[in-house]
């Protein structure tokens, strides 16, 4: 299997170094790191950012609020669906998408692949869908992003187990190098998706952390603006922590050949798209 690093949205929150550990202005840069896979039964995406209906008609697709907090860069060539064909391939070719979770800026593209299968925790598309309460809830699920999609597996976090953590193998349809890894604690539903690359596996932990020393080292490092924004946004504190320690844990172990990759640091992108170890 090959995999594209992509980039499938840009945020600039005002913080600076404080938001992102390394910007010298107010602004500070985040990215919606995706993957596409290549496999012999078609293109597999994780995780799609903003679609191309968000950044032509952003409300009330986007909540406002986050889109000001966030201060989002729409970008059309930044799609999914647009780095697609920039490799050479039509929509048509992405037969499955795999969502590490709902939020606005992970499933926005999602009908930008109407032919696509649609792979999720079963409680993340509950939460997602059904009534919602308070402002996060209401805000980070955008169900025009995804009312019509055609295609959906939903799955019970019951499969085999991987370094210590509960998986689902068997996602319908997939090759069994490709499996979901439940990380409740952000949303209610949200999980990482591994990928065994033939090398050693890749874990895209999605929103489970956030900022690159987080993990692969023995403490817990983090920005005070993206600690703010992992406390505002989480749904259960506990179950957040106690992953996040686990995939600390893991990313140190050298016997594990685990390389280990969130959604939103830029740093971490960049360092996968080259091939350089972080």
């Not at 008609?57 to 970008?75: G, T």
């Not at 997602?128 to 995804?146: C, D, I, L």
């Not at 504190?237 to 893991?250: C, F, G, K, V």
């Amino acid at each position: 299997m090959r995999i594209h690093h992509i980039n499938c949205g840009t945020d600039c929150p005002f913080g600076g170094a404080a938001m992102d550990g390394r910007s010298h202005g107010p602004l500070a840069h985040l990215v919606c790191h995706c993957l596409l896979i290549e496999t012999a039964g078609g293109l597999v995406l994780v995780d799609t950012g903003y679609g191309l209906r968000d950044v032509r008609e952003p409300f009330p697709r986007l909540s406002r609020p986050f889109a000001a907090l966030l201060n989002i860069r729409l970008r059309e060539e930044e799609t999914a669906v647009r780095q697609v064909e920039a490799l050479g391939f039509s929509s048509r070719d992405v037969r499955h998408i795999v969502i590490t979770h709902l939020d606005f800026d992970h499933a926005g593209g999602l009908e930008d692949f109407p032919q696509a299968r649609v792979h999720l925790m079963a409680a993340e598309f509950q939460a997602a869908t059904e009534a919602r309460h308070g402002f996060v809830s209401k805000n980070r699920y955008r169900p025009m992003q995804f009312d019509n999609v055609p295609d959906w597996r939903r799955y019970e976090p019951d499969g085999e187990g991987w370094f210590g953590f509960q998986s689902v193998r068997q996602l319908d349809g997939l090759p069994p190098e490709i499996l979901l890894v439940p990380l409740r604690g952000h949303t209610w539903g949200h999980a990482g998706v591994a990928v065994d690359t033939g090398a050693g596996w890749l874990l895209h932990a999605g929103d489970a952390y956030f900022y690159r020393d987080e993990v692969r080292r023995a403490e817990r490092h983090c920005t005070p603006g993206l600690r703010l924004y992992q406390n505002m946004m989480e749904v259960d504190r506990t179950a957040r922590l106690e992953n996040q320690a686990r995939l600390r844990e893991l990313s140190l172990d050298p016997m594990a050949g685990v390389r280990m990759i969130c959604a939103h640091d830029v740093v971490e992108y960049e360092a996968a798209r080259s091939g350089r170890p972080l």
